[in-house]
C-alpha cells in the first residue's frame, strides 16, 4: 500500500500507537479534552482540554533502526491557553474550555495556532530556544545588573547552545466581539484573516488588529422571540478566500461570498435535503442539526455531520447530498430515551482524509467510524484500554441491531452512552488518526508492512 | 438515562403498534408507550421537553442551540397534540374549555411567557454592551465593527474604549457599567498586571523592554499626543 494515499481497502489495518491520559476512573473534568488537530505538515498535533490547557505533541523523527515504527507523538509543549473568566456585567462564568484550535501554515521556524473559547478567540506562538547568550557586560552570570563604573573592557556576548526550551507566548487576543457562544475558528486561505462564529454572528478578523472585527453574517432576529434558527459550524474554502460556508440548526448550509456584498445575510447557495417522510418524527429538527462542516481537501465538496449520518455535498448541487452514510442508525428508535438524556444533542466531528477518499466520525461506547468513499466500505473501530498493545490490530466493532447476538457483537442496550468520540483528526498526508476518548488521546496508525 | 444491558422488552410489540397507526409522531423507543395510549404519551413527552426548557432557561447562560431546539421540538409536539389552536410566539387565550387544552394553553402560555422573557433579557442584556444602533441603517454597506466608520454609533461591541465614551455620552456612561472598558488594555490599572499580546506597540521581542515600550506608548495613546493605528479600510 503506498503510504500517504489513504484508501480503506481490505489491506488496511489499523493498528494502535499511543494513548496519552491517564487511566484512574473518576476522571477530572478538566482533562476531558475538547478538541484536536494536526498541524498542515503533521508534525504537530495539538489538544484543547476543558480545563483551557493546549498540549502539543510533537511527531519524533524517523530512525532508521526502528523501521517498524513509525514517529512517534510526544509531548512538544504544554500551556494554558484561556483561565475562566467572570463576565460582571452578565454575571456570568465564562468557561476556559477550548473549543477549537485551528493552526496556522507555518512561515518560519516558529508555529502560530488560534484557539478559542466561548468568548476569546488567541493567538498563540509557539517557538524553540536552543541558544543562550552568554557574556553581557551589563550583567552578570546570575543575570544581576553590574555597576557599570566596575567594567574596564568590553565583550562581546556570545550564544551558545543550551537545553531546548519550547515556548508558547500569546501573540494576540480578539475579545469582546462575540456575545454568543463561539462555535468555530477558520484561517483563510490568504492567511491574513479568519473567522469565528458564535451561535448567531460570524466575524472576520485580521490578525494583526484585535481591537476590531467585521461582521459578515448576522442571522439575529429583531425580535429574539422569532428566533427560531441558529449557526453551528463555519468554515472558509481551502483556496478561494472569498468563499465560505455556515451550516445551521436546521441542517441547512449556506454557502457565502464575500465579494457579493460585505455582508453575507443573503447567502450564494443553499444546501438542504428535503425530509424524508418515512423518517419524520418530534425529533426530526434535532436529529438533522448539524454539528460539523468540512470542506474537503480539493474544496470540490463539504462534509456535514448530523445525530444519525454523515453527508458529503458536491457545491455544485445544492438541492440534495451526493453521498449518506449512516453512522448508527441503530440509534433511530431510541431518539426518545436520547433525547430524555441529552445525548440527541451531541456534537460530533467529521474528518477527511488526506485523500478525500476516506470520511470519519465517531459514536457511542468508544466506537469511531471509517467510510470509504470509493469502495463504500466502512468499517467500526474501539478506543479503548484493552486494544492497548503496541501495533496490536484494531479488530472491527459491530453492534447488534436485533436477534441474535454473535459472539463479539455488542447489542444496542449495552452501549455505554457516557463514552463517546466527538472529536478525531487525520493527518494530512499519512495515515495517521487521533481519537479524542474524554480525558484520553489514542493514536492510530494503518499497518507497516 | 440508557444505562448498560437494560433491555426494552417491549419494544418490537411497540414498533408494530406504531406502524399500524398512522401516527408519524409516535416514538416507539419511549418507556411510556407501551403503558399507555398515544394521547398520553405525547403527553409525557411534551412535559418532558416543558421540563427541559425550564431546565435550559434557569441556566445562567442558556445554550442558544439547545434552548432553540427544544423550543421548536416543543411547538411541533404542541402542534400534533392541539393542532386547531394557533402556536403564537406571544400568549394566546385558551382556545378551547377542555381540561386538556386549557393545561395545553396555559402550558403554551407558560411557555411563551417563558421564551420571550428570556429572550428578551438576552437581546435586552446585549443591548446594554452594544451601542443602540438598528441594523437597517446600516444597509448594504456592512457593519465594520469598530474603527472609525462613518455612522459612529455602529460600534458593536468593540472599537477603542474611548470612541464608546465619547459616542454615548456622559448618559451613556452612566446607563450601564460596560466592563469592556475595564477590560480594555487601554484602562487596566497597574495593579492588575500587565496582560502580553492585545496591543501591539514596537519591538515585541524581549520581553522586559516590551513593558516599558508599551506603557510609554499606552501613555502617549491615552495624552491624545499618538493615535491608535489605523486600521484598515473596509473590504481589503
Known amino acids: 500500500m503506498i503510504p500517504g494515499?489513504?484508501?480503506?481497502?481490505?489491506?488496511?489495518?489499523?493498528?494502535?500507537?499511543?494513548?496519552?491520559?491517564?487511566?484512574?476512573?473518576?476522571?477530572?473534568?478538566?482533562?476531558?479534552?475538547?478538541?484536536?488537530?494536526?498541524?498542515?505538515?503533521?508534525?504537530?498535533?495539538?489538544?484543547?482540554?476543558?480545563?483551557?490547557?493546549?498540549?502539543?505533541?510533537?511527531?519524533?523523527?524517523?530512525?532508521?533502526?526502528?523501521?517498524?515504527?513509525?514517529?512517534?507523538?510526544?509531548?512538544?509543549?504544554?500551556?494554558?491557553?484561556?483561565?475562566?473568566?467572570?463576565?460582571?456585567?452578565?454575571?456570568?462564568?465564562?468557561?476556559?474550555?477550548?473549543?477549537?484550535i485551528r493552526w496556522l501554515p507555518q512561515q518560519n521556524a516558529a508555529?502560530?495556532?488560534?484557539?478559542?473559547?466561548?468568548?476569546?478567540?488567541?493567538?498563540?506562538?509557539?517557538?524553540?530556544?536552543?541558544?543562550?547568550?552568554?557574556?553581557?557586560?551589563?550583567?552578570?552570570?546570575?543575570?544581576?545588573?553590574?555597576?557599570?563604573?566596575?567594567?574596564?573592557?568590553?565583550?562581546?556576548?556570545?550564544?551558545?547552545?543550551?537545553?531546548?526550551?519550547?515556548?508558547?507566548?500569546?501573540?494576540?487576543?480578539?475579545?469582546?466581539?462575540?456575545?454568543?457562544?463561539?462555535?468555530?475558528?477558520?484561517?483563510?486561505?490568504?492567511?491574513?484573516?479568519?473567522?469565528?462564529?458564535?451561535?448567531?454572528?460570524?466575524?472576520?478578523?485580521?490578525?494583526e488588529i484585535t481591537n476590531q472585527s467585521f461582521n459578515i453574517v448576522d442571522i439575529k432576529p429583531a425580535n429574539m422571540e422569532e428566533l427560531t434558527e441558529v449557526i453551528t459550524a463555519a468554515e472558509f474554502h481551502p483556496h478561494h478566500c472569498n468563499t465560505f460556508v455556515y451550516s445551521s440548526s436546521k441542517g441547512t448550509i449556506r454557502l457565502c461570498d464575500m465579494?457579493?456584498?460585505?455582508?453575507?445575510?443573503?447567502?450564494?447557495?443553499?444546501?438542504?435535503?428535503?425530509?424524508?417522510?418515512?423518517?419524520?418524527?418530534?425529533?426530526?429538527?434535532?436529529?438533522?442539526?448539524?454539528?460539523?462542516?468540512?470542506?474537503?481537501?480539493?474544496?470540490?465538496?463539504?462534509?456535514?455531520?448530523?445525530?444519525?449520518?454523515?453527508?458529503?455535498?458536491?457545491?455544485?448541487?445544492?438541492?440534495?447530498?451526493?453521498?449518506?452514510?449512516?453512522?448508527?442508525?441503530?440509534l433511530r428508535s431510541k431518539l426518545c430515551s436520547l433525547y430524555e438524556n441529552d445525548c440527541i444533542f451531541d456534537k460530533f466531528e467529521c474528518v477527511w482524509n488526506g485523500s478525500d477518499s476516506v470520511i470519519m466520525t465517531g459514536s457511542y461506547n468508544n466506537f469511531f467510524r471509517m467510510?470509504?468513499?470509493?469502495?463504500?466500505?466502512?468499517?467500526?473501530?474501539?478506543?479503548?484500554?484493552?486494544?492497548?498493545?503496541?501495533?496490536?490490530?484494531?479488530?472491527?466493532?459491530?453492534?447488534?441491531?436485533?436477534?441474535?447476538?454473535?459472539?463479539?457483537e455488542i447489542s444496542v442496550d449495552s452501549l455505554d452512552f457516557s463514552k463517546k468520540i466527538l472529536h478525531t483528526a487525520w493527518h494530512p498526508s499519512e495515515n495517521i488518526i487521533a481519537v479524542a476518548a474524554t480525558n484520553n488521546l489514542y493514536i492510530f496508525q494503518d499497518k507497516v508492512n | 438515562m440508557l444505562s448498560k444491558g437494560l433491555k426494552r422488552k417491549r419494544e418490537e410489540e411497540e414498533e408494530k403498534a406504531a406502524l399500524a397507526v398512522d401516527a408519524w409522531w409516535l416514538d416507539p423507543g419511549h418507556p411510556d408507550v407501551a403503558q399507555a395510549a398515544p394521547a398520553v404519551a405525547s403527553s409525557s413527552l411534551f412535559d418532558l421537553s416543558v421540563l427541559k426548557l425550564h431546565h435550559s432557561l434557569r441556566q445562567s447562560e442558556p445554550d442558544l442551540r439547545h434552548l432553540v431546539l427544544v423550543v421548536n421540538t416543543l411547538r411541533r409536539i404542541q402542534a400534533s397534540m392541539a393542532p386547531a389552536a394557533a402556536l403564537p410566539p406571544?400568549?394566546?387565550?385558551?382556545?378551547?374549555?377542555?381540561?386538556?387544552?386549557?393545561?395545553?394553553?396555559?402550558?403554551?402560555?407558560?411557555?411563551?411567557?417563558?421564551?420571550?422573557?428570556?429572550?428578551?433579557?438576552?437581546?435586552?442584556?446585549?443591548?446594554?454592551?452594544?451601542?443602540?444602533?438598528?441594523?437597517a441603517d446600516e444597509g448594504p454597506l456592512g457593519r465594520p465593527t469598530g474603527g472609525a466608520p462613518p455612522s459612529l454609533g455602529a460600534l458593536d461591541l468593540l472599537g477603542p474604549a474611548t470612541g464608546c465614551l465619547l459616542d454615548d455620552g456622559l448618559e451613556g456612561l452612566f446607563e450601564d457599567i460596560d466592563t469592556s472598558m475595564y477590560d480594555s488594555e487601554l484602562w487596566a490599572p497597574a495593579s492588575e498586571g500587565f496582560k502580553p499580546g492585545p496591543v501591539e506597540g514596537p519591538g515585541k521581542e524581549e520581553a522586559p523592554e516590551l513593558d516599558e515600550a508599551e506603557l510609554d506608548y499606552l501613555m502617549d495613546v491615552l495624552v491624545g499626543k499618538q493615535a491608535l493605528e489605523r486600521p484598515p479600510g473596509p473590504g481589503r
Open chain 2, 90 to 135: 406571544v400568549p394566546s387565550p385558551p382556545a378551547a374549555a377542555g381540561a386538556a387544552d386549557s393545561l395545553l394553553a396555559s402550558s403554551d402560555a407558560a411557555l411563551s411567557a417563558s421564551m420571550a422573557s428570556l429572550l428578551e433579557d438576552l437581546s435586552h442584556i446585549e443591548g446594554l454592551s452594544q451601542a443602540p444602533q438598528p441594523l
Open chain 1, 111 to 207: 508555529y502560530f495556532l488560534l484557539s478559542t473559547n466561548d468568548k476569546t478567540v488567541k493567538l498563540w506562538k509557539v517557538s524553540e530556544r536552543d541558544k543562550r547568550p552568554e557574556g553581557y557586560n551589563l550583567k552578570d552570570e546570575e543575570g544581576r545588573l553590574r555597576d557599570p563604573s566596575t567594567i574596564t573592557t568590553l565583550r562581546v556576548p556570545v550564544l551558545r547552545p543550551m537545553d531546548l526550551m519550547v515556548e508558547a507566548t500569546p501573540r494576540r487576543v480578539f475579545a469582546n466581539a462575540h456575545t454568543y457562544h463561539i462555535n468555530s475558528i477558520s484561517v483563510n486561505s490568504d492567511y491574513e484573516t479568519y473567522m469565528s462564529a458564535d451561535d448567531l454572528r460570524i466575524n472576520l478578523w485580521n490578525f
Open chain 1, 371 to 408: 467510510f470509504d468513499r470509493n469502495t463504500k466500505r466502512d468499517v467500526t473501530l474501539e478506543a479503548s484500554r484493552e486494544n492497548s498493545k503496541p501495533r496490536a490490530i484494531l479488530k472491527p466493532r459491530k453492534v447488534c441491531v436485533g436477534g441474535k447476538r454473535r459472539k463479539d
Open chain 1, 5 to 100: 494515499i489513504g484508501t480503506l481497502t481490505q489491506d488496511t489495518l489499523w493498528c494502535f500507537s499511543q494513548v496519552k491520559g491517564t487511566i484512574e476512573f473518576g476522571t477530572t473534568e478538566a482533562d476531558i479534552i475538547s478538541t484536536v488537530e494536526f498541524n498542515h505538515t503533521g508534525e504537530l498535533l495539538a489538544t484543547g482540554d476543558k480545563g483551557g490547557r493546549v498540549v502539543i505533541f510533537q511527531r519524533e523523527q524517523e530512525s532508521k533502526n526502528q523501521i517498524h515504527r513509525r514517529g512517534e507523538y510526544n509531548v512538544y509543549s504544554t500551556f494554558q491557553s484561556h483561565e475562566p473568566e467572570f463576565d460582571y456585567l452578565k454575571s456570568l462564568e465564562i468557561e476556559e474550555k477550548i473549543n477549537k
Open chain 1, 259 to 330: 465579494r457579493a456584498s460585505a455582508l453575507c445575510d443573503r447567502h450564494t447557495k443553499f444546501f438542504e435535503e428535503p425530509e424524508d417522510p418515512s423518517n419524520r418524527s418530534f425529533f426530526s429538527e434535532i436529529i438533522s442539526s448539524i454539528s460539523d462542516v468540512k470542506f474537503s481537501h480539493s474544496g470540490r465538496y463539504i462534509m456535514t455531520r448530523d445525530y444519525l449520518t454523515v453527508k458529503v455535498w458536491d457545491l455544485n448541487m445544492e438541492n440534495r447530498p451526493i453521498e449518506t452514510y449512516q453512522v448508527h442508525d441503530y
